[in-house]
Structure formats: C-alpha cells, structure tokens
C-alpha cells in the first residue's frame, strides 16, 4: 500500500501562485509515476501533469503546459506542483496520483484526498 497526502491548496488570485505537495509512504518501490490531477465542480476528473518516479521525465496536460511545473525529492519522497500564472479556470480540486506503471486515470492505483485551489478574478 501507498499513502499520498497533499498540501498547499488555497484562494489566490488570478495571476497569483501556489505550490502543491504530496507526500508519499508505505510502498514506494512499487510506484513507477507519480502526478496530479484536477476536478472541477461539475466536470470530470481530468490530468495536470506527471513525472516518473525513478528519472526526470514530465509530461503536461495542454491547458496547464508553461504554466506548471511537476518535480520529485527523492529524500522527501515527496512530488510538488508548482503553479504559476493561475487562471480562474484552474479552480478544481486537486488530487495526487501514484501507478505502477504509465499515469492515466485508469491505471492510477492510489489517489490522495484532494486539496482545493480557488483562483478568483
């Protein structure tokens, strides 16, 4: 088994920054990618951002590329989401992932609790 638990959601305003971590225990070897992805109200749960586990690479979702910045600390065992030049449109509830394998909503193995960002206009 794999804990994930976030931090560091909140209220910024448009044009504002946070930075998202998730800290990850318990089984960690087993977990080849690590990430994060978002759900706004009424909408469906979708991708923000990956990384691997064990190297440095990353892949973003279109809507958050050059504005989002996915990284890991090995020592930390923690994965951060640092989010610049947010947008109204980013207000969701954000949820870390973890897989075994490649990161995609159907082979995400274990979710964190979510924390929310609100950005205002």
């Known amino acids: 088994q794999v804990q994930l638990v976030e931090s560091g959601g909140g209220l910024v305003q448009s044009g504002g920054s946070l930075r998202l971590s998730c800290a990850a225990s318990g089984s960690i070897l087993s977990i080849n990618t690590m990430g994060w992805f978002r759900q706004a109200p009424g909408k469906e749960r979708e991708f923000v951002a990956r990384?691997?586990?064990?190297?440095?690479?990353?892949y973003y979702a279109d809507s958050v590329k050059g504005r989002f910045t996915i990284s890991r600390d090995y020592a930390k065992n923690t994965v951060y989401l640092q989010m610049n030049s947010l947008k109204p449109e980013d207000t969701a509830v954000y949820y870390c992932?973890?897989?075994?394998?490649?990161?995609?909503?159907?082979?995400?193995?274990?979710w964190g609790q979510g924390t929310q960002v609100t950005v205002s206009s």
């Open positions: 990384i691997y586990w064990s190297g440095s690479s990353t």
């Open positions: 992932a973890a897989a075994r394998g490649q990161l995609t909503i159907a082979t995400v193995a274990y």
